[in-house]
């Protein structure tokens, strides 16, 4: 009885990730065509490492991502902190501070391609860097937030009472006490930055694609391998940045 109330789960993650295991297994196909198995080979791995238009996508990409993840975690984590020190009663501006997280990805970056046009400002990495911080902003606001929640509030009074001053009490006790709560939520950050689509089709310019942008420029004209092993490439990554965020999430809660 128990295996029978199972199975709608199990036939649930079936569904979902079966195409992602076909996806990863034709990336070591042979064959010239992303749907016919020919036989084992990593050629278009060494075709992918050789792709200039991809290199420089995941170059931007990565400086983009790099860049969001700095900015959005120091931004963050002040704001967290801010939240819980001064604006706890204010739901207001809680629920300001999740917005970007909620609102759909098309609203947001509709919105940010109005704004840089409202101020006359070009568009290139740093507008996508920019927009790609508010986004990531949110993320690392809400784990921070929480790990805040698990955070005994005596530790910083003891150490005022101590004779430390505010800076000295942010620096050595309230960061280290965050410090697992900061990382989780700038590895969120870095992968939602590394694998975000709709914002930056919005606010890049047009000689600096970041890698997304490259792929959906390559499946126009149709799938092949080397885009299955560019897909295995960057889902790997997503999935070991997020599971370091979930172990580093346990973690905070743990301590």
Known sequence: MRRLRLFPLWLTYVFLYTPVVVLVVMSFTRSDSPYEWSGFSTDWYSTLARDDEVLRGLANTMIVAAG???LSTVLGTLLAVGLARHGSRSRLLHTLSVLPAVLPDIVLAIGLLAFYSLIAATLGLHSVL???TVFGLAFVTAVVRTRIAHVDPALEEASRDL???PVSTFLR???PTLAPGIVAGALL???LSLDEFVIAFFTAGPKDPTLPIVIYSMIRFGVTPEINALATV?????FTVVIAAQRLSR???AL
Do not use: M, N
């Not at 960057?234 to 997503?238: D, G, I």
């Open 173 to 175: 006790v309230t960061l």
């Open 189 to 191: 950050a870095f992968t």
């Open 163 to 165: 004779g430390a001053g």
């Open 130 to 132: 920019l927009a790609h």
């Open 234 to 238: 960057l889902l790997t990554v997503s």
């Open 251 to 253: 973690l905070t809660e």
């Open 68 to 70: 969001a993840t700095g």
